[in-house]
């Protein structure tokens, strides 16, 4: 008997090949496998997936279109794969940003997706407008590296170089130093101010 890999098999497909906000996997899980579509951008899409192949059992209740949000992962449809047999399978993928109200609105996870400008911060000891920021960051759509100054010497060292020696040391600042795409600012206090920010060209 053919025994597929039981871990988790990731089959990525671009809906347009490198212009493609959304993508589909497909999770391996005993007996069926498991396809998702993948938002990676901040608008919403209405998706409809056909699988069409051998050595599965599917629905056959024609494909709908599926609300998938913006920044979010839905589940969008199930093969059940046949004993002993391997499965054998093609996509063909429909999205569209013109959203449907007939589209069906599924339960859907949200995730992390990259911004347009890479976010780092850096941590103060005594940031006192960190919790303006930091909290909103962390429950919010965007992937953003953070760094605590007191726990990292050489990054203080870089970054004191950055502003000047006789600048005000870096690690007495009471605001987050923020890094978007290279650019560094230190007078940033609210998370909506980062996202203004962010969303300028």
Request: hydrophobic content about 35%; charged content about 25%.
């Amino acid at each position: 008997m053919i025994k597929l890999n039981i871990l988790t098999l990731f089959l990525v497909l671009q809906i347009s090949a490198q212009t493609s906000p959304v993508k589909v996997v497909a999770e391996d899980i005993p007996n069926r496998l498991m396809f998702y579509a993948i938002n990676e951008s901040t608008t919403d899409y209405d998706v409809m997936v056909t699988i069409s192949g051998t050595n599965f059992r599917q629905s056959k209740a024609k494909p709908r279109l599926i609300r998938v949000p913006a920044a979010s992962k839905v589940h969008i449809k199930t093969i059940m794969l046949i004993r002993g047999k391997k499965p054998s399978y093609t996509y063909s993928i429909v999205q569209n940003d013109s959203l449907s109200k007939r589209a069906l609105k599924k339960p859907f996870e949200k995730i992390k997706i990259n911004p347009k400008k890479q976010i780092t911060l850096y941590i103060p000891h005594n940031c006192t407008s960190c919790d303006s920021i930091l909290p909103p960051l962390e429950n919010g759509k965007y992937k953003y590296i953070s760094y605590l100054l007191s726990e990292n010497e050489n990054i203080t060292s870089q970054l004191q170089r950055s502003f000047g020696a006789n600048s005000t040391p870096v690690d007495s600042l009471k605001t987050p130093i923020v890094n978007l795409g290279g650019k560094l600012y230190t007078k940033m206090e609210t998370y909506q101010e980062l996202l203004d920010e962010l969303d300028k060209e």
